[in-house]
């Protein structure tokens, strides 16, 4: 939610680049609080944030295939006066195929927690397929991901189905687990 300055030029034959400036990533948002603190807490005060991505999305009519794919990278720096962060550094990739009523993806996501001394790297990956029918949804997920800086360990997964009832209703149910270490 900080000010920020941004350009994506037109997509073609699929392409698409992007990138934004952040002159300071210092906004309270909904997964970032920048006042957050207390004993043992610290922030990386991030500056001079540098985003920029690339993604291809196609439909490919005569094998009824859809196909999206990305690959994101992040830099700031790190104004904080407490030892141990650095530079940000982040990298994220993802790959999505739709054919018929079936989706399928996978996502990756990496990063250096503004931590200098190289042990604190964060690292993410997900992987779901959903088929969709003509009254039935059904699908499956999981993640898993691994916080070097907090020495946390998580994995989740996701069972679930739901059947429409009508234009405006769908009941569906499912069945969720996440652990962490």
Do not use: C
Request: hydrophobic share 40%.
């Amino acid at each position: 939610p900080s000010a920020k300055v941004s350009y994506m030029p037109p997509r073609w034959v699929g392409f698409r680049l992007g990138g934004s400036f952040t002159p300071r990533a210092n906004q309270r948002g909904a997964d970032f609080d920048p006042d957050f603190g207390g004993a043992g807490f610290g922030m990386a005060e991030l500056e001079d944030v540098w985003e920029g991505a690339a993604s291809f999305a196609r439909q490919f009519a005569q094998q009824d295939l859809r196909v999206r794919a990305a690959v994101t990278y992040a830099t700031a720096s790190s104004s904080s006066a407490l030892t141990g962060f650095g530079d940000y550094e982040a990298w994220g990739a993802g790959l999505e195929l739709e054919k018929g009523g079936w989706t399928g993806g996978v996502r990756w996501l990496s990063s250096n927690n503004a931590w200098d001394s190289g042990n604190g790297d964060y690292e993410a990956w997900e992987a779901g397929i959903v088929h969709q029918g003509e009254k039935w949804r059904f699908g499956i997920e999981g993640g898993w991901s691994e916080d070097r800086l907090t020495w946390t360990e998580a994995v989740s997964w996701l069972v679930g189905a739901s059947r429409k009832i009508n234009e405006n209703i769908d009941l569906g149910v499912a069945w969720t687990s996440a652990e962490a270490d």
